[in-house]
């Protein structure tokens, strides 16, 4: 391995991964979701992957991210859903690259019918109601009318409804009242779009925590991201091994530097670490601008010299240290931040633990100066 550093990507792991989804929801279509780059894994390499395993929908946020779909000659229907409602340039975009776009608002359902009328056809849009979560779709004060207006829309023939959906704000904890008030409120609004004779064919509400913890949430698709990449939901779910997963991401990097530092000795920016006794010290050439949380200074875990270690003091822009000890350690050396786990290396939930926040976070964050480099691709 001669690069400084690199994410590795095992495309054989996420589409057992998908598989795996596949069997938790097996009467649901399966769309994957892909935004922020595949959760920091490679869009357009984990998006051939999933749908190989058997995603018959791909997830994106952006109007950018459908479209790199598109130039990659990935032909899956793709359904995205955080727009600009300001301009109609996005949803043209979108319609003339067959992208299915979701609807929170009038106002959006507007930009849609501008665009099906100015490209003539028909876009394919998926209603969006906020059920609860409090974040994106239609608020249920606003549902009514939107109902209203995409039903002579659907009439004049500009837009089709292919899909009503929403999005739980307590999935990864199965057992939440709330789960189910959404559930029952979701059931309210699709009753109330059928009663103005507007009947989806895709009903979805379930994320990675429902797909495994919900059935009730599964409806005619799921929608897991996480899970894709082999990281758990959340506690209340399980471990990724609970759950039959496995991470697809391993991110490591080669020691650079390797020298002796006497005892009590300080260790980075502002001496946050001291070594205790004569020792050696390891350099590696990441930092947080390669997506190394900061937060992870003297806590995170890394993996090198067949043992688990700590970074040792503050956590740089682009590198960080390990006190070794008396380990064998020379330049060159892998050392891992992350990975499946099984040869003793730490996870990125173990990551997310160490440096208070979710591993959602952990893979998405690894930066751009990070080669991915892929195995099992077999698309
Ligand atoms: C990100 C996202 C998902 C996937 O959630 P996971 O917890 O990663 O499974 C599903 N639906 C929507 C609307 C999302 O934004």
């Known amino acids: 391995m001669t690069e400084r550093a690199r994410a590795q990507i095992d495309l054989d792991a996420l589409r057992a991964n998908v598989s795996i989804l596949h069997e938790a929801a097996p009467t649901a279509a399966l769309l994957a979701v892909v935004k922020a780059d595949a959760y920091g894994h490679g869009l357009v390499e984990c998006s051939k992957a999933a749908v190989s395993a058997g995603a018959s929908y791909l997830g994106v946020a952006l109007a950018q991210e459908a479209i790199a779909l598109r130039q990659a000659s990935i032909t899956t229907p793709i359904l995205a859903w955080l727009l600009q409602t300001d301009s109609v340039d996005e949803w043209v975009e979108l319609v003339l690259a067959d992208v299915e776009v979701s609807v929170s608002s009038v106002r959006?359902?507007?930009?849609?019918?501008?665009?099906?009328?100015?490209?003539?056809?028909?876009?394919?849009?998926?209603?969006?109601?906020?059920?609860?979560?409090?974040?994106?779709?239609?608020?249920?004060?606003?549902?009514?009318?939107?109902?209203r207006d995409s039903a002579q829309a659907v009439a004049e023939q500009s837009i089709e409804v292919v899909g009503v959906w929403t999005h739980l704000a307590f999935a990864d904890q199965p057992e939440n009242p709330i789960v189910e008030h959404q559930l029952e409120v979701f059931h309210q609004a699709l009753g109330q779009a059928e009663s103005l004779g507007i009947k989806p064919a895709l009903r979805h509400v379930a994320n990675s925590a429902a797909t495994f913890k919900t059935p009730k949430a599964h409806f005619d698709m799921v929608r897991p991201g996480i899970a894709v990449y082999g990281l758990s939901p959340g506690v209340g779910v399980g471990t990724s091994q609970e759950l039959g997963i496995r991470p697809v991401m391993t991110f490591s990097a080669n020691v650079i530097q390797v020298k002796e530092l006497p005892a009590g000795h300080g260790v980075s920016y502002g001496h946050e670490y001291v070594t205790t006794t004569d020792t050696s010290v390891a350099l590696l050439p990441v930092g947080y601008a390669d997506g190394v949380p900061l937060a992870g200074?003297?806590?995170?875990?890394?993996?090198?010299?067949?043992?688990?270690?700590?970074?040792?003091?503050?956590?740089?822009?682009?590198?960080?240290?390990?006190?070794?000890?008396?380990?064998?350690?020379?330049?060159?050396?892998?050392?891992?931040?992350?990975?499946?786990?099984?040869?003793?290396?730490?996870?990125?939930?173990?990551?997310?633990?160490?440096?208070?926040?979710?591993?959602?976070?952990?893979?998405?964050?690894?930066?751009?100066?990070?080669?991915?480099?892929?195995?099992?691709?077999?698309?």
């Open 108 to 147: 959006g359902l507007q930009k849609a019918i501008e665009a099906a009328t100015q490209t003539g056809t028909t876009a394919r849009i998926h209603l969006k109601v906020d059920t609860g979560m409090g974040r994106a779709g239609a608020s249920l004060q606003a549902w009514e009318g939107l109902l």
């Open 297 to 379: 200074s003297n806590v995170g875990p890394i993996f090198i010299g067949s043992r688990a270690r700590t970074i040792a003091g503050r956590v740089c822009m682009d590198q960080v240290v390990v006190d070794i000890g008396t380990d064998q350690v020379v330049e060159g050396d892998e050392a891992i931040f992350f990975g499946p786990g099984d040869s003793g290396e730490p996870t990125a939930d173990d990551w997310a633990s160490a440096a208070n926040t979710i591993g959602y976070e952990i893979v998405t964050r690894i930066g751009p100066r990070v080669p991915r480099i892929f195995s099992g691709g077999g698309t």
